[in-house]
């Protein structure tokens, strides 16, 4: 069969990626997966087992509109205790990890040309939905604060003048997605301003909100700042439970949820980890952190011994991941054929990046392997560095 002319013309445009991420190699510092040390599989077990004793026949149909009601409500408690939001239950939706929330969201407002705000460097999965949906994203500079809002305001003005709106802010408001950096509580009040001047909404990635390690705690989300609905928000229990639960969320106005097309997760997986958070969510949470902790040091530790003073990188006080400079010149993105051959990869810097630039960046997460591994591929990374003269005064 020749498929090649049946396809469909409305196929999402391509977006360049390197090879080397699709690579089975010892040492990844490539990926946000959940910690395989603390999925502890009777728990998980348990939880399953007791789920489907109480509602397992339900499973006879398919799950509700808006996804499995106790874990929806748990969803409210926990915005509500630890995140300053007061929501309602209609307003929550699960989804198929927060991906699948963001792909509804993106699905229902994104024209191809329409404007798109986001951080200077952004979570590659919603920016390389954008990008295939053809999407002008504009990234606005980004420091240890979080998005700068008020270069993001200076845009919107800028725009306006042009008569152009965006479509959205989107912003990962905490760890952020390569970053590491969090939004400040006062950039927070600043954004939502912005939001209700210039209707634009802001779409609030919150899916690392669960994993501070250490440091200040973190400032309220925008969702609980905002009376006039201008704050569209997604969140997930995949990076603390495990990717393949695909168990995420969003909270949006009536209006909006009624126009996603909703990506479901399994009322099975629904069920089993209702049942499982509500009997072990804190002790969990406190397993990842100091997990991640010793993941985190090992890898920081790494660095300051073998990476040279040319290089910069950041010291995360939450989150999955370490966000490097090297010096002008190096292109990691090149470089990752070597790294992978080397049995190691990592993601350039231009993943992130609607014009696939600034390569003498890469992100390193932690999450994936032991603190001793990380310490022998951080070992070996540097020499493929050293070796791509990336290190050279
Ligand atoms: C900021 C951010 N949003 C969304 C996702 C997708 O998560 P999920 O596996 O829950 O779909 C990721 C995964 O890396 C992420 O880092």
Not at 250 to 261: N, R
Not at 266 to 294: C, G
Request: include cysteine.
């Amino acid at each position: 069969m020749d498929y090649s002319k049946l396809y469909t013309k409305n196929l999402p445009a391509d977006v360049s990626s390197p090879a080397g991420l699709r690579a089975q190699v010892k040492y990844i510092f490539s990926v946000t997966n959940a910690c395989p040390e603390v999925i502890d599989v009777e728990l998980y077990a348990d939880a399953a087992r007791d789920a489907l004793r109480r509602e397992g026949k339900s499973l006879a149909g398919y799950p509700p509109p808006l996804g499995h009601e106790g874990m929806r409500q748990l969803i409210v408690d926990n915005l509500s205790e630890k995140r300053g939001a007061d929501v309602d239950l209609d307003s929550v939706f699960l989804s198929e990890g927060a991906g699948g929330a963001i792909r509804s969201i993106v699905g229902a407002f994104i024209d191809p040309g329409d404007i798109v705000l986001q951080e200077e460097f952004s979570y590659l999965g919603t920016l390389r939905m954008l990008l295939e949906k053809r999407a002008e994203v504009i990234h606005i500079p980004t420091d240890d604060d979080g998005m700068d809002t008020d270069a993001l305001e200076k845009t919107v003005k800028a725009l306006a003048a042009q008569g152009k709106r965006p479509k959205m802010i989107y912003t990962i408001s905490v760890y952020q997605n390569p970053m590491g950096v969090t939004l400040s509580a006062e950039r927070r009040g600043h954004m939502v301003r912005i939001s209700q001047e210039y209707d634009i909404p802001i779409v609030e990635n919150e899916s690392y909100a669960d994993f501070r390690i250490d440091g200040d705690p973190l400032p309220p989300a925008m969702l609980g700042m905002d009376e006039s609905s201008s704050v569209i928000y997604v969140s997930s229990y995949t990076k603390l439970l495990g990717c393949g639960i695909r168990l995420g969320y969003g909270v949006a106005p009536q209006e909006v949820v009624e126009k996603l097309e909703p990506r479901r997760p399994s009322n099975l997986a629904s069920m089993t980890f209702y049942e499982y958070l509500s009997r072990h969510k804190e002790e969990h949470i406190e397993k990842v952190r100091t997990t991640l902790e010793a993941k985190r040091d090992a890898l920081l530790e790494s660095l300051e011994k073998h990476f040279p003073a040319s290089c910069s990188w950041t010291k995360p006080a939450g989150g999955m991941m370490v966000w490097v400079k090297l010096p002008e010149g190096a292109d990691t993105w090149k470089a990752l054929d070597a790294a992978v051959e080397a049995n190691v990869k990592y993601n350039p810097g231009g993943v992130f990046r609607a014009g696939r630039d600034c390569n003498n960046y890469l992100r390193l997460t932690y999450s994936h392997n032991t603190p001793d591994e990380i310490r022998e591929g951080i070992a070996t990374l540097s020499e493929v560095f050293q070796q791509q003269g990336f290190f050279e005064a």
